[in-house]
């Protein structure tokens, strides 16, 4: 070989050797980039193709109300699920989507689109019925499976909607409580991977790795299920009674705490059912229309359904407000008890001239009567004195240009004049609670400052989170927001609303022994002369020590009617207070007077409607109880004219027959409390002759019916009560 080719021979094997190496490290650094960069998600997808994953569902946590009552749960149901790929082995897919759609109501066409996908793993439909479940467990076919899942179910439908809330499909909170606490409620899903071979179909030998689900966190409200009851029946009643065209709220409070007892708004909808709209003029106006305007008219009209009026809605709160102006001029002291005023049946302030309710006038009146007969020229004055200044910094300090921080969404807060529009007829109007916007929460949250000796209390809905062991996993403690007023201010205030239900504007709000005390509230909504208005009353009992605050708001009542907020609001909030007060057997307090006063005359109302025959008993001191299913009364017992103990009860039966025989049971020698009870307990009224409190011991001596009668429900018994003292 020569010399030349030996040179061009080594210049090759060194050229060969350069080209091996490039080569060798050119592997070494992509298997370096595959094993340290790229080697995770390889991996993630080498175990993708080698198994196939199934979600377990993880059970939602339940909501209970205070005392423990399921209001919100999950109950096991089965999702159904399919692997094409095994599916496709059996070359018998449609029969199988044929199957399929026939059992879960879906279209065959859609059944088959989903298991002849190129996939390992599709979910067909979820949380079927046990039927359902049944059916396709006896067809048995071969990459159909049935996998646990949970459905949410509220056991009380439409009760405490607006508080509750709802989920989607997918569990995921939608609205309310279910929304605010989702990331507790949800809990963690768990999985089910399995070997699969290239196909997608099951491995010869068995390889299954489980994760468990890990259940939700229970929620405990401070809602009691008992109160929230007495609330939405009497508020329902109350939008049918007065026929209130603009829904209804209600807040009952723990007066202490801040924990809401009750919380509703009418009207409300199902929570089994929360995207059916229950308004007939929404549901004829989305059915006129199509497309687009269909769709976006539908999600208002839920928005709409959906939204909490006692949390989301402001309003002009008229003369609840004067409760927090009296406050404002008492710790300002520019106001006395006995200072006077004339009301002429109007103010005039600068160029205006504003009206009272009573276009006649009150005359001379002190302040504390002034209040009492809710005069908006005393308020006007009473403003003035306070000044634009401190009338704002009382209504900052009141809360009511901020939100309260309650749990529930959407919460609005107050709005108010900007400081170069709060003029001197601002201040008059704002004297008596118009011309600005609050809502009902934040009105109910600055009663707590006047229950609570000036400290005004955070409101709260949750009282605690807990494990399915009954361990507390977080507590919600009552918060005080600030001082707001001096604890004498607070005492004076509910001295003197005790005053307006004993003797003012919310006689009808009187409930014996409870010592109520409030304020009604009647303000015209914008634009003025609309001849819409808003009624409430806010008060709170015992107003010695209060125990509970309460609101309640009827939006636009027929202004040709009963709209005024001492004629039906007051009324509405006596009915939930008076039992309410019962259930938590708060101790009654009998004035010398209510002992003596004891007994009423029951108002006739036969002939009359329902609706008119309910009215006629709003602050009468007794309860009644229809019976039977006509629109009239056609005979009621006892008889109208008839005096008979407050709080007993009238049965009006609005059909031929309807009326329930009772037999009179024997209360001789029993005491007049025993004797009450026992009687109350047969459906029979009482009245009590003879002695009333004379410091000795007393037995019932003879009864009228005797024992042994038949008489109708409701009938009046006579007992006669002696003293057992011989001396």
Not at 361 to 385: D, K, W, Y
Not at 675 to 695: F, M, P, S
Request: proline share 3%; aromatic share 8%.
């Amino acid at each position: 070989m020569s010399k030349k080719s030996k040179l061009t021979l080594g210049k090759r094997s060194v050229f060969i050797l350069f080209a091996f190496c490039a080569v060798f490290f050119a592997l070494v650094i992509r298997i370096g980039w595959v094993q340290f960069v790229d080697g995770s998600s390889l991996q993630q997808k080498a175990v993708e193709q080698q198994t196939k994953d199934k979600v377990i569902s993880s059970k939602r946590g339940t909501i209970y109300d205070r005392n423990m009552k399921a209001l919100a749960q999950s109950a096991s149901v089965d999702t159904v699920c399919a692997t094409p790929r095994e599916i496709a082995e059996g070359k018998n897919a449609d029969k199988v989507a044929s199957d399929l759609a026939e059992i879960l109501d879906m279209e065959k066409e859609d059944v088959l689109k989903v298991i002849t996908k190129k996939s390992s793993y599709e979910i067909l439909k979820r949380k079927i019925d046990p039927e359902q479940s049944e059916k396709i467990r006896e067809l048995n076919y071969k990459g159909i499976y049935l996998t646990e899942d949970s459905k949410r179910y509220y056991p009380y439908g439409n009760f405490a909607s607006h508080v509750i809330g709802f989920v989607g499909s997918d569990n995921q909170g939608l609205n309310g409580i279910e929304m605010v606490y989702d990331k507790y409620l949800k809990g963690e899903p768990g999985r089910i991977i399995t070997a699969k071979n290239a196909l997608g179909s099951d491995m010869p030998y068995k390889y299954e790795k489980y994760i468990n689900a890990q259940n939700g966190v229970n929620v405990v409200l401070t809602i009691d299920e008992v109160i929230q009851h007495f609330a939405e029946k009497e508020l329902e009643a109350a939008v049918e009674k007065y026929n209130v065209k603009n829904g209804a709220a209600c807040i009952v409070m723990n007066a202490k705490t801040g924990e809401i007892l009750a919380m509703a708004t009418k009207p409300d909808y199902d929570l089994n059912s929360p995207f059916t709209l229950n308004n007939q003029a929404d549901i004829d106006t989305m059915n006129s229309l199509s497309g687009e305007e269909k769709t976006k008219f539908f999600n208002e009209a839920c928005n709409k359904m959906w939204r909490n009026k006692a949390v989301c809605d402001t309003y002009e709160p008229g003369s609840t407000f004067k409760t927090f102006v009296a406050a404002m001029a008492i710790e300002e002291n520019v106001v006395k008890d006995n200072d006077t005023f004339n009301c002429p049946g109007y103010h005039k302030v600068g160029k205006h001239t504003i009206r009272c309710h009573k276009t006649s006038g009150h005359g001379l009146e002190t302040f504390v009567q002034g209040v009492r007969n809710s005069c908006n020229p005393v308020f006007m004055m009473v403003g003035a004195r306070v000044g634009n200044a401190n009338f704002k910094k009382y209504f900052d300090r009141f809360g009511f240009r901020e939100t309260t921080g309650f749990e529930l969404p959407g919460e609005a807060k107050g709005v108010f004049f900007a400081d170069e529009r709060f003029n001197e007829t601002e201040l008059a109007t704002s004297s008596f609670g118009q011309g600005f916007n609050i809502t009902p929460l934040q009105l109910v949250t600055a009663l707590t400052a006047i229950t609570n000796d000036g400290k005004m209390v955070r409101p709260h809905i949750v009282k605690e989170l807990v494990d399915d062991t009954g361990k507390v996993v977080k507590s919600f403690e009552p918060e005080i927001i600030r001082d707001v007023i001096s604890a004498d201010t607070a005492k004076k205030v509910r001295e003197i609303l005790e005053g307006v239900v004993s003797e003012g504007t919310a006689k009808n709000a009187y409930i014996r022994g409870m010592r109520v005390a409030g304020k009604t509230g009647t303000s015209e909504k914008t634009p003025r002369g609309s001849r819409k208005y808003i009624a409430s009353f806010l008060g709170f009992a015992p107003a010695n020590n209060p125990e509970i605050i309460g609101l309640v708001m009827l939006d636009e009542p027929p202004a040709d009617g009963l709209y005024m907020g001492g004629q039906i609001a007051a009324p509405t909030f006596q009915k939930i207070f008076d039992a309410t007060l019962r259930y938590l057997n708060i101790d009654p307090q009998y004035t010398a007077e209510e002992l003596t006063q004891a007994e009423t005359t029951v108002p006739n109302v036969e002939g009359l409607s329902v609706k008119d025959a309910e009215i006629k008993f709003d602050g009468a001191g007794l309860y009644y109880k229809i019976v039977g299913n006509g629109e009239s009364v056609i005979s009621q017992t006892p008889k109208g004219g008839v005096i008979v103990q407050t709080e007993s009860t009238v049965m009006l039966y609005t059909e031929e027959n309807s009326a329930n025989e009772a037999v009179v049971p024997s209360v001789i020698g029993k005491s007049t409390a025993e004797a009450n009870r026992i009687l109350t307990n047969a459906k029979l009224n009482v009245k009590v002759t003879g002695l009333t409190e004379n410091g000795g011991e007393t037995y019932v001596g003879s009864q009228s019916p005797e024992a042994g009668e038949k008489v109708s429900t409701g009938t009046v018994v006579t007992v006669e009560v002696l003293s057992k003292d011989v001396h």
